[in-house]
């Protein structure tokens, strides 16, 4: 079964740390991407991060960049969301998602989040002030 599963999400403080995590089955990360897109009820969904585990490009929204950092271990298959100096507004369900198909070989960070065809169920990161 095809399947990405989030995890690591939780209640912390603004100003702390929290890292989640995404981790594949049925399907290997090598020359694939992940993107972490978060939902807030009542606004659409938002691209955090991305990474394209071909050549390692990360991506970061403008409103996270410089507080968090993504990464990734293929031969874990799975991708990390490590979150720092966290602000209520990071307050969210946090997605990950990537391609099941590869037309050109590799998978690249889309410009929207439609694009990608497989998502995991989410994971909750609240951030209290």
């Known amino acids: 079964q095809v399947q990405l599963v989030e995890s690591g999400g939780g209640l912390v403080q603004a100003g702390g740390s929290l890292r989640i995590t995404c981790t594949a089955s049925?399907?290997?990360?090598?020359?694939?991407?992940i993107q972490w897109v978060r939902q807030t009820p009542g606004k659409p969904r938002e691209k955090v991060s991305c990474?394209?585990?071909?050549?390692?490009?990360?991506y970061y929204s403008r409103s996270v960049k410089g507080r968090f950092t993504i990464s990734g271990d293929i031969e874990k298959a799975t991708a990390y969301l490590q979150m720092d100096n966290l602000k209520p507004d990071d307050t969210g369900v946090y997605y990950c998602?990537?391609?099941?198909?590869?037309?050109?070989?590799?998978?690249?960070?889309?410009?929207?989040?439609?694009?990608?065809?497989?998502y995991g169920q989410g994971t909750q990161v609240t951030v209290s002030s």
């Open positions: 049925g399907v290997t990360l090598r020359r694939r991407q």
């Open positions: 998602a990537t391609d099941i198909k590869l037309p050109d070989g590799w998978g690249t960070c889309h410009n929207t989040v439609d694009e990608y065809e497989l």
């Open positions: 990474i394209e585990f071909v050549d390692g490009r990360t």
